[in-house]
Antibody, heavy 119, light 107 residues
Framework: EVQLVESGGGLVQPGGSLRLSCAAS????????MSWVRQAPGKGLEWVSA???????YYADSVKGRFTISRDNSKNTLYLQMNSLRADDTAVYYC?????????????WGQGTLVPVSS | EIVMTQSPATLSVSPGERATLSCRAS??????LAWYQQKPGQAPRLLIY???TRATGIPARFSGSGAGTEFTLTISSLQSEDFAVYYC?????????FGQGTKVEIK
């Protein structure tokens, strides 16, 4: 069964750092373009970052230079290193997988991990 | 970046009626558009990709149309389980972008 499980969320102060993890099972993350998508409380979805099969990385303008996406194929885990966090980064962070290789829409989502940024 | 604009923000519909949701892109995204449904406390669910292809397991009452900059999601006869928020997403260019959502509520 294909499954994504996020972890690493929690309360962090403005300016702080946090690393989110997304453990995948039932498939190999190296075969898919994997993404992080976030949702601020009561707001809509915002795509954050992607790691392609070829090793390219992409970021939303709102996080460029502060967030870094990476993956560990041996652990089948996707990461999101978040630095210089701001209050407007407060959100539930989902990792998401496309249904087929080379697709960029998502049919499998994790349960999400909440990151509140507050002093 | 490509800005996706959804309308209306809220749609009030009676069960059994038809719902038509719109999504407009600030520049052409060809047919690289997806629609998602999200219920409170849940992750989004893929409904449509390629502007008009239903995802696996999605009922036939959901249909998508459009290309370029104008897209529509139609729910032919609303069921109780269809009251939710719907998002469009373009995946034609990086960064991918979502619309702000349309909430379909019971009239």
């Amino acid at each position: 069964e294909v499954q994504l499980v996020e972890s690493g969320g929690g309360l962090v102060q403005p300016g702080g750092s946090l690393r989110l993890s997304c453990a995948a099972s039932g498939f190999s993350i190296s075969s898919y373009t994997m993404s992080w998508v976030r949702q601020a409380p009561g707001k809509g979805l915002e795509w954050v970052s992607a790691f392609t099969t070829g090793g390219n990385t992409y970021y939303a303008d709102s996080v460029k230079g502060r967030f870094t996406i990476s993956r560990d194929n041996s652990k089948n885990t996707l990461y999101l290193q978040m630095n210089s966090l701001r209050a407007d980064d407060t959100a539930v962070y989902y990792c998401a997988k496309p249904p087929v290789v080379y697709a960029s829409y998502f049919d499998c989502w994790g349960q999400g991990t909440l990151v509140p940024v507050s002093s | 970046e490509i800005v996706m604009t959804q309308s209306p923000a809220t749609l009030s519909v009676s069960p059994g009626e038809r719902a038509t949701l719109s999504c407009r892109a600030s520049q052409s995204v060809s047919s690289t558009l997806a629609w998602y449904q999200q219920k409170p406390g849940q992750a989004p669910r893929l409904l449509i990709y390629g502007a008009s292809t239903r995802a696996t397991g999605i009922p036939a009452r959901f249909s998508g149309s459009g290309a370029g900059t104008e897209f529509t999601l139609t729910i032919s006869s609303l069921q109780s389980e269809d009251f939710a928020v719907y998002y469009c997403q373009q995946y034609n260019k990086w960064p991918q972008t979502f619309g702000q959502g349309t909430k379909v509520e019971i009239k």
